[in-house]
């Protein structure tokens, strides 16, 4: 299987023996040894239904295919990169901040629930699920990782939102008076409440 890892705070080195990886299309900044890239397809390599439900719900991935025998460097506009494990797992993941991932995953689209329509952040969001590792981008900084408990449920802005995995439920908060004491009156003013027991990651920024 392909390794995925943390080169630098804003670069992912891929390590390729015979084997590949999907991840976003133009994010390869150098490679080394003898490498293949191409279009992971209309399904982004899940297959063509894959890719109707993403162009019906607007959670649009535009994935190449890496392959071969050597190493690759990955990043998307300076943003810092974080590498997330998956053991038999889902992940929920705002599909701009998906960089790529290794193993034997399969991405889908999942339907997150009504938000309001001038955010629309996450009205659908993608899922990456299987065994193997996910690199994410997040701005502002590294991404945040925040425990979420049956005692302490968890409530974030849905613009630093990046990641959320484990068994949880997601809802949203409508009463965010907050948004109007910290000056972030305009826009939609929900919230996303997270219970259950797993992790949330956010952003340091929002998008």
Same mark, same amino acid.
């Given at each position: 299987?392909?390794?995925?890892?943390?080169?630098? $705070?804003?670069?992912? *080195?891929? +390590?390729? /023996?015979?084997?590949?990886?999907?991840?976003?299309?133009?994010?390869?900044? /150098?490679? =080394?040894?003898?490498?293949?890239? $191409?279009?992971?397809?209309?399904?982004?390599?899940?297959?063509?239904?894959?890719?109707? $439900?993403?162009?019906?719900?607007?959670? $649009?991935?535009? &994935?190449? =295919?890496?392959?071969?025998?050597?190493?690759?460097?990955?990043?998307?506009?300076?943003?810092?990169?974080?590498?997330?494990?998956?053991?038999?797992?889902?992940?929920?993941?705002?599909?701009?901040?998906? &960089?790529?991932?290794?193993?034997?995953?399969?991405?889908?689209?999942?339907?997150?629930?009504?938000?309001? /329509?001038?955010?629309?952040?996450?009205?659908?969001?993608?899922?990456?699920?299987?065994?193997?590792?996910?690199?994410?981008?997040?701005?502002?900084?590294?991404?945040? +990782?925040?425990?979420?408990?049956?005692?302490?449920?968890?409530?974030?802005?849905?613009?630093?939102?990046?990641?959320?995995?484990?068994? &949880?439920?997601?809802?949203?908060?409508?009463?965010?008076?907050?948004? /109007?004491?910290?000056?972030?009156?305009?826009? *939609?003013?929900?919230? &996303?409440?997270?219970?259950?027991?797993?992790?949330?990651?956010?952003?340091?920024? *929002?998008?």
């Amino acid at each position: 299987m392909a390794q995925l890892f943390e080169q630098s $705070k804003k670069v992912i *080195e891929v +390590h390729l /023996a015979n084997t590949s990886i999907r991840a976003i299309s133009g994010s390869m900044v /150098a490679y =080394e040894g003898a490498v293949q890239f $191409k279009s992971a397809g209309f399904g982004g390599g899940d297959g063509v239904l894959a890719g109707m $439900k993403r162009r019906a719900t607007g959670e $649009k991935l535009s &994935l190449m =295919e890496c392959g071969g025998q050597g190493r690759v460097f990955l990043a998307v506009n300076g943003q810092y990169v974080s590498v997330v494990n998956l053991n038999n797992e889902t992940l929920q993941v705002e599909s701009q901040q998906l &960089l790529a991932f290794a193993g034997n995953l399969r991405t889908d689209v999942r339907f997150a629930g009504v938000r309001g /329509a001038s955010s629309g952040q996450g009205l659908f969001t993608t899922t990456v699920t299987g065994q193997g590792q996910v690199a994410l981008l997040s701005a502002g900084g590294p991404l945040i +990782h925040l425990e979420v408990s049956p005692q302490f449920p968890l409530v974030v802005d849905p613009d630093a939102f990046v990641a959320a995995r484990g068994n &949880l439920n997601q809802s949203f908060v409508t009463d965010v008076s907050w948004r /109007a004491a910290m000056g972030q009156g305009g826009g *939609e003013a929900f919230s &996303l409440r997270w219970d259950g027991q797993g992790v949330v990651s956010i952003q340091p920024a *929002e998008r």
